[in-house]
DNA sequence: TAGTAGCACAGAATTACTTCA
DNA sequence: AGTGAAGTAATTCTGTGCTAC
């Protein structure tokens, strides 16, 4: 039932914004990014379509059907009152393959409707019969399959109509202009609905991943803290006591008696010449501070530049 | 040139209805 | 037969961009 029929919706979805939009470039852990994503709304690419071929897209800034409308709409007032026919309209048509459960009742009276459309309109109200006339209860259409099979293709194609696309689709779909806008108005928002829920999959999963990895890296931690109290790390590595650093210039100097990569003669502060102050020993295995990261042996040891 | 009104359109939120388990 | 959930067509509201004045 719906489950068969979202399926037959095509909802390919991924990170990726549809068209136009920035596509969300998260490069947390690419292992993880769904197999859907790299095909992603591949169907919306405006630039393959065939059907904007024949149809140019909508151009919000540049659309030339809109400029077309304006120009006739300047010829009409479209705040007019409803006319008869209008009002008709607004009753709303079954088309023949689909199915209206019951009367719908009003409708924005904002809408302007340009002149072939309104004619389409007008046209689609002249099956209307008295009783549905007297009904004031919304009217629900139910797409049939080849209806809705038809859609989903022009959606793919494009998930935005231009006003010629709508009536050719409407006349094809033997529908009102205006359900077929409606239809591409839920479509997206279904299309959006879906991508939203896609990613917060996927940043769930990069949460859980990085708690996982945060979790490795503190028992990392704690072993290393416990592996440098343990006396066979001692022995491995220079006592720190025999690490002095130049309180000065926080170089790290030995006496001269020990032997160390770092010579202190060549110190500038711990050369032959009294010592302005006491070199201060260092102690690496000091406690890190809660927030900034103290010494460790790498970081001692670590020649410095 | 800047400001403004009118318009179309899209998105978001919501409502109302249908279908099915 | 009644009911709740899910799906979806339709409506309403709001914001935005464009054009004409």
């Not at 006339?133 to 399959?145: A, E, F």
């Not at 503190?218 to 690490?243: D, G, I, N």
Request: net charge neutral; proline share 9%.
């Amino acid at each position: 039932m719906m489950m068969a029929e979202k399926e037959d919706l095509g909802l390919s979805l991924s990170l990726s914004v549809p068209q136009n939009q920035h596509s969300l470039q998260f490069n947390l852990m690419p292992s993880l990014v769904p197999s859907t994503a790299a095909s992603s709304l591949s169907g919306f690419n405006p630039q393959k379509s065939s059907w904007n071929a024949t149809f140019p897209p909508s151009d919000q800034n540049s659309d030339p059907y809109r400029a077309e409308t304006r120009s006739f709409l300047r010829g009409i007032d479209v705040n007019r009152l409803p006319s008869t026919a209008d009002c008709e309209e607004e009753a709303g048509v079954s088309s023949p393959n689909s199915t209206i459960s019951s009367v719908s009742g009003k409708r924005s009276e904002r809408e302007g409707i340009n002149g072939e459309e309104h004619e389409m309109e007008r046209d689609y109200s002249r099956g209307i019969s008295d009783e549905e006339d007297g009904d004031t209860s919304r009217k629900k259409l139910r797409l049939s399959k080849d209806q809705a099979a038809i859609l989903e293709e022009s959606f793919k194609e494009h998930n935005t109509l231009n006003p010629k696309q709508k009536m050719a689709l409407a006349k094809q779909l033997g529908l009102r202009p205006r359900q077929v806008e409606v239809w591409f108005q839920n479509r997206r928002a279904r299309t959006k609905l879906k991508q939203t829920e896609v990613d917060c999959e996927f940043l769930k999963r990069c949460c859980e991943n990085l708690t996982a990895e945060n979790r490795r890296l503190q028992k990392e931690v704690q072993e290393l803290r416990a592996l440098k109290l343990s006396p066979q790390f001692y022995m491995q590595m220079t006592p720190p006591t025999t690490l002095t650093m130049c309180p000065s210039c926080e170089r790290v100097a030995v006496p001269p008696s020990a032997s160390s990569t770092v010579d202190a003669r060549s110190h500038p502060h711990m050369g032959p010449a009294p010592h302005h102050h006491r070199p201060i020993p260092i102690n690496p295995w000091a406690p890190a501070a809660p927030i900034t990261r103290g010494p460790t042996p790498f970081d001692v040891l670590r020649p410095r530049s």
